[in-house]
T-cell receptor
Framework: GQNIDQPTEMTATEGAIVQINCTYQTSGFNGLFWYQQHAGEAPTFLSYNVLDGLEEKGRFSSFLSRSKGYSYLLLKELQMKDSASYLCAVNWDRDDKIIFGKGTRLHILP | GAGVSQSPSNKVTEKGKDVELRCDPISGHTALYWYRQSLGQGLEFLIYFQGNSAPDKSGLPSDRFSAERTGGSVSTLTIQRTQQEDSAVYLC????????????????FGEGSRLTVL
């Protein structure tokens, strides 16, 4: 199958750092996306990783280990507006199908 | 257009009726995707198009679901004989390039069509 696993919910405090993990099937892996989705809104693109390593973009960073089938999204200096669902999505086998995980609902406490 | 446009934004229908959902992608985007999202759930892949062809229809839940894309642009998702379990938000997304290449095909999503089957 093309299982993508991520925690269902997480809670963190404003100003803190949180790491959201995602694991996936490695066979045929091509690339991994992270999307943010606020309640009642469409998902918006955060990052795309193809190669191993950390990619930083402002307060958000995304890490990928191809050999371990593992990625994480790191959010720093959390703000209340970061309360949202974070969706891990994977593309396999060099085709154009993109499969999403069930998402992680992140709650930020003041 | 400036973004991905979907219509209708809301549709309430009776069980057994047919519905058509429309997606107008960003001009020039070659790849188009349909997803379904039930309340509080993740995105369920339905189908994607590269140009007018659909290489993978494996995500369509049943033969009551079909989709087409014409002129490499507008796509229609049709659900025949709707059932209550079809109630969900249907999201369309388009991308400039397929993600199967070295450069990411970032997905741009529409606001979705919320379908309620009574």
């Amino acid at each position: 199958g093309q299982n993508i696993d991520q925690p269902t919910e997480m809670t963190a405090t404003e100003g803190a750092i949180v790491q959201i993990n995602c694991t996936y099937q490695t066979s045929g892996f091509n690339g991994l996306f992270w999307y943010q989705q606020h309640a009642g809104e469409a998902p918006t693109f955060l990052s795309y990783n193809v190669l191993d390593g950390l990619e930083e973009k402002g307060r958000f960073s995304s890490f990928l280990s191809r050999s371990k089938g593992y990625s994480y999204l790191l959010l720093k200096e959390l703000q209340m507006k970061d309360s949202a669902s974070y969706l891990c999505a994977v593309n396999w086998d060099r085709d154009d199908k993109i499969i999403f995980g069930k998402g992680t609902r992140l709650h930020i406490l003041p | 257009g400036a973004g991905v446009s979907q219509s209708p934004s809301n549709k309430v229908t009776e069980k057994g009726k047919d519905v058509e959902l429309r997606c107008d992608p960003i001009s020039g985007h070659t790849a188009l995707y349909w997803y379904r999202q039930s309340l509080g759930q993740g995105l369920e892949f339905l189908i994607y198009f590269q140009g007018n062809s659909a290489p993978d229809k494996s995500g369509l839940p049943s033969d009551r679901f079909s989709a087409e894309r014409t002129g490499g642009s507008v796509s229609t998702l049709t659900i025949q004989r709707t059932q209550q379990e079809d109630s969900a938000v249907y999201l369309c997304a388009s991308s400039l390039e397929g993600s199967g290449r070295a450069r990411a095909g970032e997905l741009f999503f529409g606001e979705g069509s919320r379908l309620t089957v009574l």
